[in-house]
T-cell receptor
Framework: DTAVSQTPKYLVTQMGNDKSIKCEQN?????MYWYKQDSKKFLKIMFS???????INETVPNRFSPKSPDKAHLNLHINSLELGDSAVYFC???????????FGNGTRLTVT | KQEVTQIPAALSVPEGENLVLNCSFT??????LQWFRQDPGKGLTSLLL?????REQTSGRLNASLDKSSGRSTLYIAASQPGDSATYLC?????????FGTGTRLTIIP
């Protein structure tokens, strides 16, 4: 009974393709996030959703689009993948913005 | 814009020793500060969360302190064990945004 699960764990694809990463949480949390961890292990927030409303949208390319069908899911769609998109992407959730974050195990995306 | 720094980037200590990991942040207007550990190929595990009104939090062998005025937090690990080897990250939370440090990679030598 994983709290925050994301799939796939590994994703290898070619430049120009469109891909999606799925995330689900069974904690009943109200806020979900997507983070990108670069090659230097630096974690940077990409998006967060609170009750299906986008409340943070950092300066990420519009090729990235979060989609939340319900409070328990926040999927990440990426169009026209580029080499620089290669990274580990983490999904997370929290009860409120001021509560501990629970992270998924990450999706390692490799763009060739 | 908040900046979070963790020094050193890597630390190796013999098993059984006590150790301190450091975290500094530039904007003291934070709601809380969190400490995480990240194991290779895995996600992040929340260790401790200190609210801005608190000075410290303890969980088992871990103790985290927070000094907002100086923009510093420390994570104290007592009686270190090989299983403590991981990367430890701190993150400062402001309105709607959690800013991570770059982490300290800790290796406990058996």
């Amino acid at each position: 009974d994983t709290a925050v699960s994301q799939t796939p764990k590994y994703l290898v694809t070619q430049m120009g393709n469109d891909k999606s990463i799925k995330c689900e949480q069974n904690l009943g949390h109200d806020t979900m996030y997507w983070y990108k961890q670069d090659s230097k292990k630096f974690l940077k927030i990409m998006f967060s959703y609170n009750n299906k409303e986008l409340i943070i949208n950092e300066t990420v390319p519009n090729r990235f689009s979060p989609k939340s069908p319900d409070k328990a899911h926040l999927n990440l769609h990426i169009n026209s993948l580029e080499l620089g998109d290669s990274a580990v992407y983490f999904c997370a959730s929290s009860r409120t913005g001021n509560s501990p974050l629970h992270f998924g195990n990450g999706t390692r995306l490799t763009v060739t | 814009k908040q900046e979070v720094t963790q020094i050193p980037a890597a630390l190796s200590v013999p098993e059984g020793e006590n150790l301190v990991l450091n975290c500094s942040f530039t904007d003291s207007a934070i709601y809380n500060l969190q400490w995480f550990r990240q194991d290779p190929g895995k996600g992040l595990t929340s260790l401790l969360l200190i609210q801005s009104s608190q000075r410290e939090q303890t969980s088992g062998r871990l103790n985290a302190s927070l000094d907002k005025s100086s923009g510093r937090s420390t994570l104290y690990i007592a009686a270190s064990q090989p299983g403590d080897s991981a990367t430890y990250l701190c993150a400062a939370y402001e309105t709607g945004e959690l800013t991570f440090g770059t982490g300290t990679r800790l290796t406990i030598i058996p």
